[in-house]
């Protein structure tokens, strides 16, 4: 019951955890590409004009991100209830929350790499063509991290949910 009754917290913690890892996220596309954020970003989530710097940056990626605390929490959440004992379903669900989020930065990071080899100024992605930004290099830089998020999301829920399931294999040896 209690394991049942942890799911507001275990959520919350998750939604937390998604909102540290926009902010700090955005905190290393903002250090690749300013102009991403005081052209696209802050518009685009109304940050007040006193804020466009990297704390701007912080509220834009906690804000972007938050919710997929609920998205990746809920599948976590169920696979983390097989675990036997309640201190190792907790245990459980936090360490599955932070592989997660790991694996999403180590792609996005990847991604921010490949992107300094594959994007150059006469070869910019599709999506950049009629953008008129003052450094589209730069941009695309971090347009192609922000994108390839997405991407680290599902692969670091697989890694979680992989991680619960064995979790819960090996309780059940115990």
Partial sequence: MAKLASIPLLLFFACLLAGFYGA???QISYTVAPAYFHEFKFSQFGIDTLLHDRI???IVGA???WWMGLIIGV?????ALLVKGFRSFLRTFAMAAVLVVCTILLVGCAALLVSFITIQADRLPIWMEGRGVSDPLS???AGMMHNFSYL???IGLAVGLIYAVWQ???????
Avoid at 75 to 79: C, D, Q, R
Wanted: hydrophobic letters at 50%.
């Fill in 24 to 26: 700090l996220h955005n």
């Fill in 56 to 58: 701007g940056a912080g």
């Fill in 63 to 65: 804000l972007a991100s």
């Fill in 75 to 79: 599948p976590v959440y169920l696979a």
């Fill in 139 to 141: 941009f695309a830089r």
């Fill in 152 to 154: 680290g999301g599902m």
């Fill in 168 to 174: 819960a294999v090996q309780s059940r040896k115990a």
